[in-house]
């Protein structure tokens, strides 16, 4: 069994000391008598101070031409290659990114408000990182553009053209986002009729909330803003830290609508009226809001009915009301929708007053939920056990006070007339019959309860948006301070995101396996007879199939030649040489 082919060197040390090498072409092949590999010589070369060095080039461009995406170059007489660039990840965001018209919006805005600097390609420089090797402003400018990456201009741009254009982003968001939002609806021919909506929390690695609001406001354009930084409800479990609330409404298929950053003490159901007044006039068709049990009041059904606006929300089902009373246990048939949703329409109260309600089952979470509750329960009988008896007159003890107040077990637990605990069965029961349920409510009488179902269910599309800008594109740490440049950091974010989705839509893949497949195009710089050529190496028929499922048109072949510059060869590219 061969394990690798090898350019095999070896030394001899003549009687006079000299030490003479030979090359040789070898493999390794497995020895089952030794148990070990052994090396098996294929060709021998000769001395290495005899070699004809014009055969072995000959060689070994012979063998890089069978690998459409290497160079070779290298191997051609009189040619140093002096660096190499990853350059597909960059390519496909930037023809994205004009696609979208971002670049003549920016450049539009920035003429009517005047200036000369690069905002355009600082901020798309930016973006591009986020959707690569997403780091720092700092690092972006000093290391990953100089170093990491091949992107035409880049010498131009330094560390204050990224933080003004930062604030230029932000003093202009709202016509940027209109006018991204128009193109990409149209581009994408996206449904618009359905807007999903939720809000997550981002912590900050600081101790001290933020005291004085509207720091930097000169730089945003005079913009009014309150302090970010504040503690309230984490859903990421950190309320120790100080945090900000984002908002983020997506369309059917995931693609961005809009941005939002509220102060971390926001709640959640306080921020719809916003979220309805900043999308009025958008031009969104008949715009159903959606949204889970967080945005559920009765003063947000209010507000969302205004208007003969429409809504699906999220009912919450522990909370005592007549959900729990009357629809959860409202006797009647399911209609089946697939293999693991059932759905029952629910009437509550008459004539205006009525309220429409869908409950959703699912059997396969049910039963998931059922083994998780057993093993709970288990746990729980263990951890009684070993609790002690307490005494007449006697409080509890740490162990019981700690199972009281965890999330894990409290919901079971209730306290016996002699001061213990015990599992309260009544509570076990209430849980079981809500075991792969859900309740939904809408004021739209013109959508089936099927179509409830199925709208809301596809909510998840913002949670999978919140995995991609917390993991993907990293989100955080978030290193600003002042609040316009917090708020600038979330719009890159999102528009990295709306790239990535247009991507990912039309490759029908994943934006980590599309991005590692364009990183294999790269940019070679080589000196060959006292010039500099900077030029894209092959692209591979696999990546050249995905380049016309994203609507892509090959990169170019040569990006610059300079004749007479000196340089000296990167260690990595002199050694390789």
């Not at 120790?240 to 939002?260: E, F, H, K, N």
């Not at 971390?264 to 006039?281: I, S």
């Not at 490759?507 to 010039?531: F, M």
């Amino acid at each position: 069994m061969c394990l690798g082919m090898y350019l095999r060197t070896t030394r001899r040390k003549n009687a006079d000391g000299s030490t003479v090498e030979y090359h040789q072409l070898a493999e390794n092949v497995w020895d089952p008598t030794k148990g070990c590999a052994v090396a098996k010589v294929v060709y021998n070369f000769g001395r290495a101070d005899q070699l004809d060095a014009v055969a072995m080039r000959r060689l070994a461009s012979s063998i890089l031409r069978a690998l459409p995406g290497e160079v070779a170059v290298s191997a051609e007489p009189g040619v140093v290659v002096l660096d190499s660039w990853p350059y597909g990840t960059v390519h496909v965001v930037q023809s994205l990114w004009r696609e979208l018209g971002i670049d003549r919006v920016l450049g539009e805005l920035q003429a009517k408000h005047g200036g000369r600097q690069p905002f355009e390609r600082a901020l798309f420089a930016m973006v591009a990182n986020r959707t690569s090797e997403p780091c720092s402003k700092l690092y972006c400018r000093q290391q990953w553009l100089p170093e990491e990456v091949f992107l035409p201009g880049k010498e131009k741009l330094e560390l204050q053209h990224f933080y003004r254009a930062m604030d230029f982003l932000e003093a202009h968001k709202e016509q940027v986002e209109r006018e991204v939002f128009f193109h990409m609806a149209d581009l994408m021919n996206a449904d618009v009729d359905v807007i999903f909506y939720d809000t997550t929390s981002l912590h900050f690695e600081i101790d001290e909330e933020d005291s004085a609001p509207g720091l930097g406001n000169k730089l945003a354009g005079g913009q009014k803003y309150e302090a970010l930084r504040k503690r309230g409800h984490s859903k990421n479990g950190r309320s120790d830290v100080p945090q900000l609330v984002v908002g983020l409404a997506v369309t059917r298929d995931g693609l961005p609508v809009r941005s939002w950053v509220f102060p971390g003490n926001t709640v959640d159901v306080t921020t719809v009226e916003k979220v309805k007044q900043d999308l009025r006039g958008w031009r969104l068709g008949r715009c159903v809001f959606v949204g889970d049990a967080g945005m559920n009041s009765e003063e947000n059904r209010r507000r969302l009915a205004l208007g003969a606006g429409k809504y699906i929300l999220a009912a919450r089902m522990r909370a005592g009301d007549e959900v729990t009373k009357e629809v959860v246990t409202r006797g009647g048939r399911y209609q089946i929708v697939g293999d693991n949703l059932r759905i029952k329409e629910v009437l509550v109260g008459d004539g205006a007053r009525q309220r429409r309600y869908v409950v959703c089952f699912n059997p396969i979470e049910a039963e998931r939920q059922r083994q998780h509750r057993q093993v709970v329960l288990e746990e729980l009988a263990a951890e009684i056990k070993t609790l002690r008896k307490p005494g007449r007159g006697a409080g509890h003890s740490k162990r019981t006070c700690e199972l009281l107040s965890t999330a894990r077990f409290a919901r079971y637990l209730r306290q016996a007339p002699w001061g213990g605990l015990k599992i309260d069965l009544s509570a076990v029961r209430k849980e079981k019959m809500l075991d792969g349920k859900w309740v939904i409510t809408s004021n739209d009488d013109t959508l089936s309860a099927e179509d409830l179902a199925l709208g809301y269910k596809q909510l998840m599309r913002v949670e999978q948006c919140w995995h991609t800008v917390k993991g993907g594109l990293r989100t955080r740490p978030i290193f600003h301070w002042t609040p316009h440049r917090i708020c600038a950091h979330v719009s890159l974010c999102v528009l990295a995101l709306l790239v990535e989705r247009i991507a990912e839509i039309r490759a029908k893949d994943t934006w980590r396996n599309i991005r590692d497949q364009l990183e294999t195009i790269k940019v070679v710089e080589y000196e060959r007879g006292g010039v500099h050529v900077q030029q894209t190496t092959e692209v591979r028929p696999a990546v050249a199939a995905l380049l016309v499922r994203l609507k892509v048109d090959l990169p170019p072949k040569i990006h610059g030649v300079t004749p007479g510059k000196t340089a000296t060869p990167t260690k990595a590219a002199a050694t390789e040489t």
